[in-house]
């Protein structure tokens, strides 16, 4: 999986924004709100990247963290995308 358009991520007003540039403004009007771990994810789509590898380099983000909360949150946020039709 992997993006559609091209992304840049902002900060505005303390959270993560990632609005569409270039071309793909036309395509993709609006802007996608993320915390931070929602903007590491989103990063990671910029290259074409399979659920279980994305899934493994959160973990690697975040050792610390619950591997069950990490897989739970990266399905639940590419579900997010897909429904916004970003992800290729």
């Known amino acids: 999986m992997k993006l559609k358009y091209n992304f840049v991520i902002n900060e505005v007003a303390g959270s993560k924004v990632a609005v569409a540039v270039g071309n793909d403004i036309t ?3 609006g802007f996608i709100k993320m915390n931070e ?3 590491e994810i989103f990063g990671l789509l910029k290259e074409n990247i399979t659920l279980e590898n994305l899934i493994g380099e959160m973990l690697k983000l975040y050792p610390d963290s619950d591997p069950e909360i990490i ?3 990266v399905i639940d946020f590419t579900e997010q995308l ?3 039709e970003v992800l290729e």
């Open 82 to 84: 897909k429904a916004s």
């Open 37 to 39: 771990t929602g903007a």
């Open 71 to 73: 897989k739970k949150s």
């Open 27 to 29: 395509k993709f009007n």
